[in-house]
């Protein structure tokens, strides 16, 4: 049930940022239908939801000579591809109720991350075998390499919006096969 009033409150947010937007929940998109983010440099994962295609990218902050800028280590924004794949800035509400993110250092590299609307996933930001960033959750009870979010919303209103599942994509860290993972929110 607190996932429900979590992700309830934060798509509400969303709702009030965005016109229109009830009238775009009658043409929900497909979840293999939406685009892939493209030529992002630095991309760690990305987030989608219905009712359209806009993606919220989460990408590595790098300073102007490529390294990691600890105090805010990922930054976020819009790519609004239903506005012809303009960028934009996550306004207040946003990134502090819905699609934000609070970041702390663990020391030695890695970062904790949870998301403002969530917090009980916890998911780490470090370095791989590569020695490349990286977003690890736990998908399927495996630990991944994350790429993406999906959250399904299957009606209900601009106030209360019923949110059927969000599901979690990634890369298994030992294996290279893609897991995915539903969490189921309301009945």
């Given at each position: 049930?607190?996932?429900?009033?979590?992700?309830?409150?934060?798509?509400?947010?969303?709702?009030?940022?965005?016109?229109?937007?009830?009238?775009?929940?009658?043409?929900?998109?497909?979840?293999?239908?939406?685009?892939?983010?493209?030529?992002?440099?630095?991309?760690?994962?990305?987030?989608?939801?219905?009712?359209?295609?806009?993606?919220?990218?989460?990408?590595?902050?790098?300073?102007?000579?490529?390294?990691?800028?600890?105090?805010?280590?990922?930054?976020?924004?819009?790519?609004?591809?239903?506005e012809n794949?303009?960028?934009?800035?996550?306004?207040?509400?946003?990134?502090?109720?819905?699609?934000?993110?609070?970041?702390?250092?663990?020391?030695?590299?890695?970062?904790?991350?949870?998301?403002?609307?969530?917090?009980?996933?916890?998911?780490?930001?470090?370095?791989?075998?590569?020695?490349?960033?990286?977003?690890?959750?736990?998908?399927?009870?495996?630990?991944?390499?994350?790429?993406?979010?999906?959250?399904?919303?299957?009606?209900?209103s601009p106030?209360?919006?019923?949110?059927?599942?969000?599901?979690?994509?990634?890369?298994?860290?030992?294996?290279?096969?893609?897991?995915?993972?539903?969490?189921?929110?309301?009945?």
């Amino acid at each position: 049930m607190n996932t429900l009033i979590l992700f309830s409150c934060a798509f509400l947010q969303v709702l009030i940022c965005e016109p229109f937007l009830e009238r775009r929940l009658q043409s929900f998109q497909t979840n293999d239908s939406l685009p892939i983010p493209k030529e992002i440099p630095d991309l760690l994962f990305y987030l989608q939801r219905d009712p359209d295609s806009n993606t919220v990218c989460y990408t590595l902050n790098l300073n102007s000579e490529g390294q990691l800028n600890i105090k805010e280590p990922v930054r976020f924004f819009w790519v609004r591809y239903a506005e012809n794949g303009e960028r934009k800035e996550l306004n207040y509400l946003q990134r502090k109720f819905a699609y934000g993110i609070i970041v702390k250092s663990l020391g030695h590299e890695i970062f904790e991350i949870k998301s403002v609307a969530y917090p009980q996933r916890i998911l780490y930001l470090k370095k791989n075998n590569e020695k490349k960033y990286k977003v690890i959750a736990s998908i399927n009870g495996k630990e991944c390499t994350l790429q993406r979010l999906f959250i399904r919303i299957r009606g209900g209103s601009p106030i209360s919006p019923k949110i059927e599942y969000i599901e979690l994509k990634g890369i298994d860290y030992l294996t290279g096969m893609i897991i995915s993972e539903r969490v189921k929110v309301s009945d």
